[in-house]
């Protein structure tokens, strides 16, 4: 079975850019998680959705950040403008409910110059 | 803030020698998870323990909960370099949140070498 598909794997690009990550649930699941992970502050979840639905937004940084499910296959975390200290390895996760384990993708590392 | 501590936050060790991560928290969970993360990829779940006192194996992996459900701890017997990774823990269902949402540790990086 496919896992939790990530696309880029790898981002490169100038401060101020737009940058769009893309994600891929498991089909059939139900939830979708964005998390970040960087050396100082670890695994950090920045939000979830639960039937295509935002649950819980409070972990997004700031208003540069947004993210969408228009539908249950396919989730987009978008920043605009983009600065250096977003530099870090994105990760997605699909659960299928309740307290079901999370399925994470391989990430996208993400580097702004 | 991190709501679950991890320690320590680094261990190195020769294989064949012992080991034991700790997973701390001041909360209640209802469920805390064990996940071990490879380079370039990410968390693969290990293990899930949900009653206080519980304890669950995976070959050579002896995962504790806590009695009140605050704390697990990890412990590997003869480790092999196949071992190696970034260790998380992770609670779910904490008192605030019904949705299963989780809190997850910092993390051990343990290195055991040939």
């Known amino acids: 079975d496919a896992g939790v598909i990530q696309s880029p794997r790898h981002e490169v690009t100038e401060m101020g850019q737009e940058v769009t990550l893309r994600c891929k649930p498991i089909s059939g699941h139900n939830s979708l998680f964005w998390y970040r992970q960087t050396m100082m502050r670890g695994l950090e979840l920045l939000i979830y959705?639960?039937?295509?639905?935002?649950?819980?937004d409070s972990g997004m940084p700031e208003d540069r950040f947004s993210a969408k499910m228009p539908n249950a296959s396919f989730s987009t975390l978008k920043i605009q403008p983009s600065e250096p200290r977003d530099s870090a390895v994105y990760f997605c996760?699909?659960?299928?409910?309740?307290?079901?384990?999370?399925?994470f993708g391989d990430g996208t590392r993400l580097s702004i110059l | 803030t991190q709501l679950l501590e991890q320690s320590p936050q680094f261990l190195s060790i020769q294989e064949g020698e012992n080991l034991t991560v700790y997973c701390n928290s001041s909360?209640?969970?209802?469920?805390l998870q064990w996940y071990r993360q490879e380079p370039g990829e990410g968390p693969v779940l290990l293990v899930t323990?949900?009653?206080?006192?519980e304890v669950k194996k995976l070959k050579r992996l002896t995962f504790q909960f806590g009695d009140a459900r605050k704390d697990s701890s990890l412990h590997i017997t003869a480790a092999q370099p196949g071992d190696t990774g970034l260790y998380l823990c992770a609670g779910g269902g904490g008192l605030t949140d019904s949705w299963g949402k989780l809190q997850f540790g910092a993390g051990t990086q343990v290195v055991v070498t040939p």
């Open positions: 909360s209640v969970f209802s469920s």
């Open positions: 323990v949900v009653t206080g006192g």
């Open positions: 996760a699909s659960r299928f409910q309740g307290n079901q384990p999370q399925h």
């Open positions: 959705f639960n039937n295509n639905v935002p649950i819980d």
